[in-house]
């Protein structure tokens, strides 16, 4: 038999929704295991320093809009790059 036979239409939307819900809990207890992202361009060491500073100072706001001013990064991942170098 087929299996919207057997669960019906929304039985099976239910089942596809559930299994969404599992896999993406998986890849979010994952993600943190990643390293910051591929840089487009390379940070510069005196920026580095800048951004260790600003997170050292609680600043992670600036820290990120210097990283996307230096990269050119969009906010998600200079966020993700800010957050991995505060991690290490």
Request: hydrophobic share 45%; charged share 25%.
């Amino acid at each position: 038999m087929e299996v919207t036979a057997i669960l019906g239409a929304f039985g099976l939307a239910y089942l596809i929704y559930c299994f969404g819900v599992v896999v993406g809990r998986n890849r979010a207890e994952t993600k943190n295991l990643a390293g910051p992202p591929a840089l487009p361009r390379p940070l510069p060491e005196d920026v580095r320093t800048q951004v260790q500073d600003l997170l050292a100072t609680r600043k992670k706001i600036a820290a990120i809009k210097l990283v996307r001013e230096a990269t050119g990064l969009g906010l998600k991942d200079a966020r993700n790059f800010v957050e991995a170098m505060k991690r290490a």
